[in-house]
């Protein structure tokens, strides 16, 4: 597979949790984020067209999980 190199720098948080996910799923640190990014597309792509995304627990948790902004396209600021 042929593509475009990309140098990723992780926090050391970052990096452990990384590191943690490969050994629990016997994965490389590059299948994990090609994982978690294809994951993130589709649970995107699903927000998107209108579907809910239910996580347990307050809303702050569920920005901490996922991140501000999930489900909308902040390419287009009147969204």
């Known amino acids: 597979m042929s593509g ?3 140098t990723l720098n992780l926090s050391p948080v970052e990096m452990q949790a ?7 799923h016997q994965m490389s640190k590059i299948a994990v984020i090609r994982q978690a ?3 993130y597309q589709y ?11 239910t ?5 702050q948790r569920a920005i ?6 999930f489900g ?6 009147t969204n």
Do not use: V, W, Y
């Not at 649970?43 to 995304?53: D, F, S």
């Not at 996580?55 to 809303?59: K, M, N, P, T």
């Open 4 to 6: 475009t190199t990309m």
């Open 18 to 24: 990384l590191e943690q996910l490969c050994l629990e």
């Open 37 to 39: 990014l294809r994951m």
């Open 43 to 53: 649970l995107h792509k699903r927000a998107m067209e209108g579907e809910t995304i």
């Open 55 to 59: 996580l347990s627990g307050d809303a």
């Open 64 to 69: 901490d999980f996922i991140g501000p902004g």
């Open 72 to 77: 909308q396209d902040l390419r287009n600021p």
